[in-house]
Each structure stands twice: as structure tokens, then as C-alpha cells.
DNA sequence: TTGTTAATTAACATAGAAGATAATTAATTG
DNA sequence: CAATTAATTATCTTCTATGTTAATTAACAA
């Protein structure tokens, strides 16, 4: 997966991070609703567009406002990648993988 | 966690990754093993410095040799941070959630 | 239509990432 | 000791990331 490196990559900003976890948690916001006093709007503007373009992240538009939501991919392709090294850290994981290839 | 970003930053590099992909199938290798024509023995040398500083990767000295591996915790604290968010991407993984508590 | 709200795009500044070549350090071997 | 091997540090260059302010686009409301 060649995706990998540009996932990775979107996550590993600080910013960025804190934008996917609210939205994991919270479930879709808009852009207004992530913002935060820290940082100015064309500055989330563009990390908003950093995580659509890395597949994180999908846009939906409602008037003026622009409602992002996590695509359940890109954390399952995370999550994936771990597992595909599980033996390296334990064994005892081994059900784990039994429930991800349950779920396909 | 604070660490998340930086551990998602130097794996947001395709060499990188692909540092870590490899110690993590083939075991310890060191660093000419993990060589590759494309990129300079220096340029290597700092990206092993960066996995180094993320806490992804330890060294080892044998003689001249600097032998890497890498740190399981590294790959769980990823492991852990998708099954944080497990109830996204179903709830058919919550056997993983218990998996992971009886490793501690 | 005019004003307000929501967000993005434009343009610019600056710091950091990543690469190259050359030089250096350190250990091993002849 | 001199030469070789292994890897790192020094220096420099270039490109990209990230942030700012100002301007623009678009939808809604009075």
C-alpha cells in the first residue's frame, strides 16, 4: 500500500491529529465547529485539505458550512498494518486478526 | 499521548516505513544491511537518527556495526490508538479491545 | 440589494525536511 | 602503523510544510 507513507504522514502533525480525534469521537463537525483559538481558519482550511487529499477525511457540504467525517478506511487501513506484524508482538493477538477478517 | 504525532511523522516517509517494514519481518539488521542504492549512507543515517529520536527504533553496537531493531512498544501504541477508537470502524472488534488489556 | 456568516483561495514569509558530497570518527585487518 | 570498512557528522542546497494577513466566493437573512 503506497498509502500508507501519505496516511502516516497526515497524521503526524499535531493539529491534524487533534482535528481526526474530535472527529472520531464527536462524529461529523463542521470546519467552524473543529476550529480552535490556536490557529487561524485558512490555516485548518488547509489541514482540512491535507486529510481529504490523504483519504481521512470526506467532505460534505450543507449551505456555507463544510461537515467533515472520518472515513472508517483509513483508520482500518492503520489498524491492518498493525496486525500484519502482531506475531512481532506477542501471539497473544492472534484473535485480533480473526475479528478483522470477520468483519471484511 | 503526545508521542502519536511524532511516531505517525516518521512513519510518514516512504524510506522510513520501509526501514521499519523491513526490521520488522526480518528481525535486527544493521545498518549497510539495510542499505539501498537510491538513497545515500548519510541520508540513511539521519532517517535512522529520526526513527531513533521517535523512539521507533534502538540500536545496538557491535564493533563498527550499528545493528536496529525495532520497538514493539512503537507498534502498540499505534495498535492501542485504533482500538481506542474500535467503535467507529464496528464494534465486531471489542474482542481485540480485550485482547490487548490481558497482554498488559 | 445589502450585510452577515462560513469557509476557502491568494500571496507571502520562514522554518524544517531531505538529499548530496566531503570530511571525520572509530574499529578491524594486513 | 597503514589501509580498509562501517557509519556518522558537517556543510550546503533545494523543496515543502505551516502559518499569517488580505481578498474572494458562496449562501443566507433583513
Redesign the pocket.
Known sequence: MPQLPTTF??L?????LAIVERLLAEGEL??????VD?????????????L?EAGILV?R????????SVKPEAVQEIGEWVLNFREFWTGSLDRLDAALKAEK
Open positions: 504522514a497526515a503526524g502533525n499535531a493539529t491534524r463542521s470546519a467552524g465547529a473543529l476550529q490556536k490557529i487561524t481558519p485558512p490555516a485548518m482550511s488547509r489541514h482540512f485539505k491535507v481529504r467532505q457540504v450543507d449551505a456555507q458550512r463544510r461537515l467533515y
